[in-house]
Structures are given as C-alpha cells and as structure tokens.
C-alpha cells in the first residue's frame, strides 16, 4: 500500500507497527530539526478542509520529531481493490435505499474478527456515518432515530413486548430495527439467538428488522459493534432502534452508553424485587415497566408498581429535566402499551428540546472510542511476541498457586514495556 513519507532514518519497528494498524492509508509527515542535515525539506502544515491531523512527539537522537497523520476518506479507499470498491459501494447504496439484505450484509461486515474485512467496514461506517450527518442537518439537527435500550431479568417479556410493540409501531407508519444480544455459551462459544423464533409476526413484517447477535464472551453482554449496528440501521431508515439486552446484570451499564432512553421491564410476583436487581440499574432506568399485569397478576403488579414509586423518589436522578416513570403493561391484553409509548415521546421531546439528548450522545461517542481502545490494546497485549510466549507459562504457575495474578500481570506488562524500549531509537 502506498504510504509518501518524508522521513530521515525511519524506524523500521515503528513502521512494521504502523502498516498493522486498522487504517493503512496514512500519510505520515515529519517536521525535522533545523539541525538535522540537508536533503530533507521540512514540510509545511497541512490546512485541507476535512483534515484531521494528529500529532505525536517522537524521541529521536536527543531531537524531537511531529508526525501528522492524515486520514480523509479519499486516503481510506486508496488502498481498496476494485472488487472491494464494488462491495462497499453496493453495500452503501443498498443500505441507503433501505434493502434489507444489504443492511443484514453490512452488520455481519462490521461483526467480522477478520483484519480485512474490519478495515472494509470502517470505510463504510464512514460514509454512512457522512450521509448520517447530512440527512441530520437537512432535519434541522434533529437525531433521525430514537434509541431506546430495554433490559429486565430471564421470564420478564422482553420478546412478547417487542414484538406486540413493534407491530403497533410498523402499524403507526415507523419502522422499526430490533438488535437482540444473545449470551454466548463459555464452553462451546455458541449462542442460540433464539430471539427472533420468539417474535414470529414481527420477524414477517417488512417495516421492522430483527437482528440477533452474539455477545463473544463481550463483558455486560453487548457486542462491541453493536453501537456501529445502530449506525447502520439508522442508515437504513429506521427511525426507531431497541436494543435487547442479555439480562440484569453488567449490560445495562454498556447499553446505557448508546441510547437515548433506557427501559427496565420488570415482571410481577417474583420475590422480593427491590432486593433482587440491583440497585445501580435502577437508578439507570428512565422507564421502569410492570410486565403482565393482567389476570391474576393484576394485584402484585400494582403492588410492585407502588414500591417502585417510592424507591425511585429516593435514588439520585440521571436527568435535570426528566423524572423516571413506573408503569404497568400486559403484552397479552395490551394495556398499558399506548400509554408507555406516549411516555417514551415526552422523554424524547423533553430531552431534545433542553439539549440533554445531544449532549447525551456526544458523550457516548467519547465513551464508545475509549472502550473499543480499551478492547484492541488487551488483544494487541495478548498477541504481542515478548507477551503472548510467556503467557501459557505464567499462567501454569498462576493455576498451580505458585505466583500470585498480580505479580503474574506485573511480569507481563514489564515483558512488554522492555521489548517497547528496545525498538525505541537511542537518545
């Protein structure tokens, strides 16, 4: 791949780093010393429209170098083959258009572990992500979509409430996006992603889209590329994305960071509630719900709701403007149903007009970089040579209790920093 660099003495191990990094359409320029000898003109600064530029102080013989790194869109798609060309531009027109197929394509690019094909997707998350931005401002700014998480504990209903609620949306002229997170299994990593088999009638209606993922092991029970999904969906032209996720637990707090509205549904008779889920995810809930309240269950769910009443006047509020709500509903007979989504429109609009929901989003981003970091820098750990040899071996003596984890860790990470200041120029 064509990388121009204007460099004195490149470092070869800095490089070898560079060209596996995700984007390898760089262009790295390096302003040198004025000490430094002749035959290197020094670059001037780069000030394109659309360029993004990142600076990086290098140690070099006791003098300090600047690398810029350029990285538009044009300079993404240099490196593609035309057979890749073809694929990202299909899959960008498809999507645009609102074909299913294309959408379902697109969301198992970006799910792919493979090198490649990660590469691929982010060139076309960016230019969804550039149409995304103009549709928003032909909107007036507005979002497109509205975000909503919904979470609740096995048996809640979150599947007989999807789908009764999605049919009245599709009906209502939206169309709908569901992403279901299903648990991977620890020993086999497989998953049932059963959750589409559940929704029978929504998975038949052309105006909604079910998508089950797998979790992979991910920590709270939310693919790490679920919040590029909900690009892609957006995209698409649904304008109302939920978010399933696994289960009370750690994945209310991942799912949390990337919707606009989160929704606790929480079903009735199941012991001593207020003791049994957490009290974080409470406090998390913009919406709290009391699933089949019909029948028989009429009675504990009135009892819930009004416990929940009161514990909710006690926890901090997330929102300046928006207190949660308690409220009771029943799938089967549909009660509640209309009124909890006229609920989740007064959250949208109150958030909207007091500027919370923008903010709320642009934090999420800042959120969402950080974490998709944090995941790449333990596998570049994992995989790196100095590392990954030691690894098996250490971890035998962790098991067998002759080191403890933590002097385990700290033998690693110093592994990693000495083959670090190896490669690193001599000052």
Known sequence: MNIP??????????????????????????HPSPH???????????????????KWMLPSNGLTRKLCLQTTLEEHTEGLSDKEQRLVDKLYAGLIQGQRACLAEAITLVESTHSRKKELAQVLLQKVLAHHREQENLNKGKPLAFRVGLSGPPGAGKSTFIEYFGKMLTERGHKLSVLAVDP???????????????????????NAY????PTRGTLGGVTRTTNEAILLCEGGGYDIILVETVGVGQSE???????????????????????????????????VAI?????????????IQAEYVSALK????RSGVWRPKVIRISARSGEGITEMWDKMKEFQEVMLVSGELAAKRQKQQKVWMWNLIQENVIEHF??????????????????????????????????????????????
């Open 291 to 303: 699933t089949k309240s019909d029948g028989d269950l009429i009675v504990p769910a009135r009892r």
């Open 36 to 54: 430094l000898g002749s035959g290197v003109p020094c670059a001037q600064p780069l000030s394109s429209p659309g360029l993004h530029c990142a």
């Open 382 to 427: 994992r995989t790196h040579p100095a590392v990954r040899e030691q690894i098996p071996l250490l971890e035998k003596r962790v098991l067998s209790g002759a080191l403890s984890p933590g002097l385990a860790a700290d033998l690693l990470l110093k592994a990693l920093k000495a083959d670090t200041n190896e490669v690193q120029p001599t000052q």
């Open 314 to 317: 006690l926890l901090r509020r």
């Open 184 to 206: 991977s299994s620890c020993t086999s990593g497989g998953s049932l992603l059963g959750d589409k088999t559940r929704m029978t009638e929504l998975s038949r209606d052309m």
């Open 253 to 287: 707090f991942a799912v949390a960071d990337m919707v606009d509205m989160f929704i606790l549904l929480l079903p009735p008779a199941g012991g001593d509630e207020l003791q049994g889920i957490k009290r974080g995810i409470v406090e998390m809930a913009d919406l």
């Open 5 to 30: 660099m204007l460099l004195q003495r490149p470092h070869q191990h800095f490089l070898k780093g560079l060209v596996r990094t995700p984007f390898r359409c760089y262009r790295f320029i390096f």
């Open 210 to 213: 079910i998508r089950p993922s």
